[in-house]
């Protein structure tokens, strides 16, 4: 069976600060793909991030960087120096060979100013 | 570029009654998938559509029915109504290549009374 946890429910932090956001992922496929979707009060899903379980590579993207560990199975996502303009819920959710994509059940994170 | 586009934005319907949603998926992407996500859930995925076929089914009853066209656009539709079918209804297009990153419309709030 897949699965992804992120145990996170909510995360309240104060602009400026990091937070790191945790999905762990469960498959028995040896290639898969993650993602990280972000969601603001609008409801439109967008697209953060896309990574293949061949590539362990860590990556930066401005205030964002992703960790990809498939020792752990996890997919973590921090963000630098928080803004108010982050708050929203965090989707990760990993990729079947067929493409249908199995979502956690989000983090919503408020970033206070 | 316009993105993916859904319609109605916002539909209230009876218990018993049917209805028909739409999605227009982004230029140059061949497939359409379809998400429900309940208050508070990650996007539950409910089929994907591709060459005018269904190609995966998510845990969704026959009530849940889909239809693509030529031009890739697609409906969902969904019979008989039920007072939990009440939800946002996400439509993601990507191209027919594994690992895609998907990109989703705004949705459609579907209230059932």
């Known amino acids: 069976a897949q699965k992804v946890t992120q145990a996170q429910t909510e995360i309240s932090v104060v602009e400026k600060e990091d937070v790191t956001l945790d999905c762990v992922y469960e498959t028995r496929d040896t290639t898969y793909y993650l993602f990280w979707y972000k969601q603001p009060p609008s409801g439109e899903l967008v697209f953060l991030i896309r990574r293949n379980s061949f590539d362990e590579q860590n990556e930066i993207s401005g205030r964002y960087s992703w960790n990809f560990q498939k020792s752990t199975s996890s997919f973590n996502f921090t963000i630098t120096a928080s803004q108010v303009v982050d708050s929203a819920v965090y989707f990760c959710a990993l990729a079947n060979q067929g493409g249908k994509l199995i979502f956690g059940q989000g983090t919503e994170l408020s970033v206070k100013p | 570029d316009a993105g993916v586009t859904q319609s109605p934005t916002h539909l209230i319907k009876t218990r018993g009654q049917q209805v028909t949603l739409r999605c227009s998926p982004k230029?140059?992407?061949?497939?359409v998938s379809w998400y429900q996500q309940a208050l508070g859930q990650g996007p539950q995925f409910i089929f994907q559509?591709?060459?005018?076929?269904?190609?995966q089914r998510g845990n969704f009853p026959d009530r849940f029915s889909g239809h693509q066209f030529p031009n890739y656009s697609s409906e969902l539709n969904v019979n008989a109504l039920l007072l939990g079918d009440s939800a946002l209804y996400l439509c993601?297009?990507?191209?027919?290549?594994?690992?895609?990153?998907?990109?989703f419309g705004p949705g459609t709030r579907l209230t059932v009374t």
């Open positions: 993601a297009s990507s191209p027919q290549r594994w690992g895609s990153e998907q990109y």
């Open positions: 230029s140059g992407h061949d497939t």
């Open positions: 559509y591709y060459e005018e076929e269904e190609r």
